[in-house]
């Protein structure tokens, strides 16, 4: 994407065109890109993968640079809802300069459960990176019931 003409002459100009023309500069997202302040920390809707297994269901959500008591998880009327909020501030101060920084991002994902699973005894779990919820099955018993039909 070129939306600056490439020029010769002093730095600045050189600098904004090779910044600009990057492909990825005008993503969704300038907080994902690694140079800025606070690289891969959540800031729109985390991917996430989900795997039916044998005994339950299984959501992982990538979403690097959160903490755990970031995280809120919650079931009503067979929807789960998980949210993340993060805000951070830093502050350098040298001799001549003050650098003042912050980010402030936040998601929520909303998944319907099917009816067989056990809302009282869903576990989430976050290390590197990645939450894990898991949603225990409940054994459905399909009962045959045979009526008898009279023919007239």
């Keep these: 994407m070129t939306l600056l003409a490439k020029r010769n002459g002093t730095t600045l100009p050189r600098l904004l065109s090779n910044v600009l023309e990057s492909d990825d500069f005008f993503g969704t997202n300038l907080f994902d890109r690694g140079n800025f302040f606070l690289p891969n920390l959540v800031s729109e809707i985390p991917p996430a993968n989900v795997t039916e297994r044998k005994g339950d269901f299984l959501i992982e959500l990538a979403v690097p640079g959160l903490e755990k008591k970031d995280f809120k998880v919650e079931m009503e009327n067979g929807l789960l809802s998980i949210s993340a909020e993060k805000e951070e501030k830093r502050e350098e101060n ?8 912050y980010f402030y991002g936040k998601f929520c994902r909303t998944f319907r459960l099917p009816e067989n699973t056990k809302e009282d005894k869903i576990k989430a779990e976050y290390a590197n990176g990645i939450l894990k919820v898991e949603i225990p099955k409940k054994e459905i018993t399909l009962t045959k019931t045979t009526k008898e039909i009279q023919v007239s």
């Design 94 to 101: 040298s001799l001549d300069l003050t650098r003042k920084e």
